[in-house]
């Protein structure tokens, strides 16, 4: 079945520091991933997307890297703040356009001062 | 510009009871997805409605139900309730013009506590 997954739970990070967030799929077929953050009592918050004909975006201080080859995604945070401690979703809309969203579990990012 | 708005933000039932969720999508947006969220996961797509007819609908029961009204808000129901559909309840809006409903813009949710 579909799915996505990440590698780890929980990420701890000091401060100032480069932060690394993966994330594995299985459908083969998916053509656009998404990142999302969510703090706590809040709805998920979108971060960057990238689509299946590129391997690389860059944003403010974040960039999305795509290996297709290994279905493998990730989420660099440059210079990490403490407002970046949340949860940290990677999720794909599939090829067939349906509009659902596939989330994987999340990993949770801590900033420490 | 008001974003997704969702009422009521916390909400407690006990088990066969009825519950009513109700979402406001962010202006200029006609596309309302619903999505549960249980506790330390990812959340899982329950349907999508589109011009007031559900146009997709995820792995749920028939106990979930939604419905869309003319200016483009929507309501989610969940009849017959179990301890399990406690979670959080987010609802997500976008444009129908995005070829795949991309860039979801998600409101704070709805926290329901089944008893």
């Known amino acids: 079945g579909e799915s996505v997954g990440l590698h780890l739970p929980t990420l701890s990070v000091q401060e100032g520091d480069n932060s690394i967030i993966n994330c594995a799929y299985s459908?083969?077929?998916?053509?656009?991933f998404i990142w999302y953050k969510q703090e706590s009592g809040k709805g998920p918050q979108f971060i960057i997307d990238i689509r299946s004909n590129m391997d690389k975006r860059q944003g403010q201080r974040v960039t999305v890297l795509l290996n297709k080859t290994v279905k493998h995604l990730s989420l660099q945070i440059a210079a990490t703040q403490p407002g970046d401690s949340a949860v940290y979703f990677c999720?794909?809309?599939?090829?067939?356009?349906?509009?659902?969203?596939?989330f994987g579990q999340g990993t949770t990012l801590q900033v420490k001062p | 510009d008001a974003g997704v708005t969702q009422s009521p933000t916390h909400l407690i039932k006990t088990r066969g009871q009825q519950v009513t969720l109700r979402c406001s999508p962010k202006s200029g947006h006609d596309t309302v997805s619903w999505y549960q969220q249980a506790l330390g996961q990812g959340p899982q797509f329950i349907f999508q409605y589109y011009e007031e007819e559900e146009r997709q609908r995820g792995n749920f029961p028939d106990r979930f139900s939604g419905h869309q009204f003319p200016n483009y808000s929507s309501e989610l129901n969940v009849n017959a309730l179990l301890l399990g559909d406690s979670a959080l309840y987010l609802c997500?809006?976008?444009?129908?013009?995005?070829?795949?409903?991309?860039?979801?813009?998600f409101g704070s949710g709805t926290q329901l506590s089944v008893l």
């Open positions: 999720a794909y809309h599939g090829s067939s356009n349906t509009g659902k969203l596939i």
């Open positions: 997500a809006s976008s444009r129908a013009g995005d070829l795949t409903n991309e860039k979801l813009f």
């Open positions: 459908n083969s077929a998916s053509d656009y």
